[in-house]
């Protein structure tokens, strides 16, 4: 008897058009991997809009801020694989001039979106402050033009903002280890809908993971394709990026690293920010 499981089935694979992401699902992309009874549809969409369309259940597989995980765990359970997770390092806060973190509460900040990790990290790290939602790509711009007072960067800006007459005010990622005394800050992972199955999910997510495990084993020439995302980036810099975010804690998060999803998340109802409590589930 024919089973769900060995039907062709389509998957729709959501993620952000960024380097990191390319380079994790470059085996996909490019047929390398052989998908069995799957066939893969990848969607690209920046990661505010991939947040809004996962609390309707819109894709299958989709990139997913942590934050954003708290309004959709009833649909999605997080893959064991594929996180961005930053240890020591993470979004950084940036200004025209030296800053005090402890100003944060009385300046305008642009920020990438209300429902990304950073906004949620930097919101318990100052727990009032006024904000603009800005394109994660305009940031930089909105802060040199004064249009904002300091900007929340979460992409390349990271690597490059001093090379633009910035100030670092605030590592979050630094500050994160400090706080929580050692853990990683975790900012996005890929969630899979709950609907589709075990059997599916299990399949799908362990195609997942070699797609990942295959770029890190072939790095020039995943890398070289992510480079058509990187947003005409030196080569250099977005090897860089790709290595922060892309790494081992991306092929498994470890029980550390789901720690800090769990810490992330309960810190956030602890303050008010996330209405509720959140049951972290990850798929097996």
Known sequence: MTTAATQQQTISLAHSPDSDDAFMFYALATNKLETGPFEFEHVLKDIQTLNEEARKGTYDVTAISFHAY???????????????????????????????????ASVRIAVPGTLTSAFLALSIHTPKFNYEVVPFDQI???VIERRCDAGLLIHEGQLFYQDRGLHKVLDLGEWWHEYTGGLPLPMGGNAIRRDLGETTIREVSNLLRESIQYSLDNRDDALQYALQFARDMDPALADRFVAMWVNDLTLDYTERGREAVRRLLAEGHERGIIPHPVDVQFAT
């Open 70 to 104: 708290a309004y959709v765990a009833d649909k999605y359970a997080l893959l064991p694989h594929g996180a961005s997770i930053g240890d020591k390092y993470g979004p950084i806060v940036v200004a025209n001039t030296e800053l005090d973190p402890a100003d944060l």
């Open 140 to 142: 930089i711009e909105a």
